[in-house]
């Protein structure tokens, strides 16, 4: 079956410190896909990053940043200089292609991110 | 591209009503959505895949007489609500795949819809 989670249900910080949130999965198939999605207080679930399986390069857009490594089936997002901006509830999740079960996803707990001037 | 809107954004209502919800993938053709349900402070947990032209396929648990799912056209699912209690307040939140090479594979989601049920 597969799973996800998020270890970390809060984390609070002072702007400007990096943070990690940390992703950890679970999947028997060997083609699979990774998400991060973050929701504001509004409540929108904003799309932020996918991986898929074969894809192990770790990616950097801006403060933000992603390490996935599948000897130890994580995918964590660490955030540079984090801002209050930033202060959010980050999803990570988990899909089975299209073709397969036809892409829906399975989220973790979720991380509720609170950033402090 | 992959915009998808929700309407209402809010709704509050008398136990025994029914709320129709709509999704709308905007600038372009999803014949597969999908419907979440958030409650406060916890997860998305996914509820049906609507499929255009075809039945709904329902996750377990959830009851698909109660919450009816329409997938009229290749731009518009509809989730009804029958019947709610209180206990149907929620956020109900879809999402579409987007369209094209490269952007299959990711959902794009909807604002939601705040759901409060008296």
């Known amino acids: 079956a597969q799973k996800v989670t998020q270890a970390q249900t809060e984390i609070s910080v002072v702007e400007k410190e990096d943070v990690t949130l940390d992703c950890v999965y679970e999947t028997r198939d060997t083609t699979y896909y990774l998400f991060w999605y973050k929701q504001p207080p509004s409540g929108e679930l904003v799309f932020l990053i996918r991986r898929n399986s074969f894809d192990e390069q770790n990616e950097i857009s801006g403060r933000y940043s992603w390490n996935f490594q599948k000897s130890t089936s994580s995918f964590n997002f660490t955030i540079t200089a984090s801002q209050v901006v930033d202060s959010a509830v980050y999803f990570c999740a988990l899909s089975e292609p299209l073709y397969n079960q036809g892409g829906k996803l399975i989220f973790g707990q979720g991380t509720e991110l609170s950033v402090k001037p | 591209g992959a915009v998808v809107s929700q309407h209402p954004s809010w709704v509050i209502c008398k136990s025994g009503t029914s709320v129709k919800i709509e999704c709308r993938s905007l600038?372009?053709?999803?014949?597969?959505m999908f419907w979440y349900r958030q409650f406060p402070k916890q997860s998305l947990m996914l509820m049906a895949t609507s499929n255009e032209g075809s039945k709904a396929t329902y996750e377990q648990g959830v009851e698909k007489d109660k919450f009816l799912i329409n997938h009229a056209s290749l731009t518009l699912s509809t989730l009804t609500v029958t019947s709610a209690h209180p206990e149907d307040s929620s956020f109900y939140i879809c999402s579409a795949p987007g369209q094209g090479l490269g952007y299959q594979e990711t959902q794009y989601f909807g604002p939601g819809t705040r759901l409060l049920v008296l």
């Open positions: 600038d372009f053709q999803a014949t597969t």
